[in-house]
Nanobody, 125 residues
C-alpha cells in the first residue's frame, strides 16, 4: 500500500487549501484514515480521522474550520482546510490502517501502519 499526499502550498491567513491522500494497492472496506501534522520544532500531532462506518473526528484546534471526506471509488481522502491561521503551518501527513480503530485511539500515531510522505502547508502573509 502506498499513500500519496498532495495539495500543500503557500496561502494567506484566512485562505483555504484542500489536501488529498490517494491510497494505491488497496480498496477501501474496513479502514481508519487520518491526517497528522508536524509544525517546526514540534511533535507530530493529530488533525483529523475517519473510520469505516463512522463520522470524522477532529482535533480541537481545527474543529469548525477543517472537514474530512472520502471518495471510495478513488480510494482518496480529502482534508478541506478553511480559515487557515499561521499556526496551521506544518507538514501534513496522511496515515491509514486497514482496520477500524476504536474511537478513543484514533489520535494515536502508533495505531496507523501506513504513512504518506507529507505535504507542506505554509500560512503566511
Amino acid at each position: 500500500v502506498q499513500l500519496q499526499a498532495s495539495g500543500g502550498g503557500l496561502v494567506q491567513p484566512g485562505g483555504s487549501l484542500r489536501l488529498s491522500c490517494a491510497a494505491s494497492g488497496r480498496t477501501f472496506s474496513t479502514y481508519s484514515m487520518a491526517w497528522f501534522r508536524r509544525a517546526p520544532g514540534k511533535e507530530r500531532e493529530f488533525v483529523a480521522a475517519i473510520r469505516s462506518g463512522g463520522s470524522p473526528t477532529f482535533a480541537d484546534a481545527v474543529k469548525g474550520r477543517f472537514t474530512l471526506s472520502l471518495d471510495i471509488s478513488k480510494t482518496t481522502v480529502y482534508l478541506q482546510m478553511n480559515s487557515l491561521k499561521p499556526e496551521d503551518t506544518a507538514v501534513y501527513y496522511c496515515a491509514t490502517t486497514w482496520r477500524r480503530i476504536i474511537l478513543s485511539q484514533v489520535r494515536v500515531k502508533g495505531e496507523y501502519d501506513n504513512w504518506g510522505q507529507g505535504t507542506l502547508v505554509t500560512v503566511s502573509s
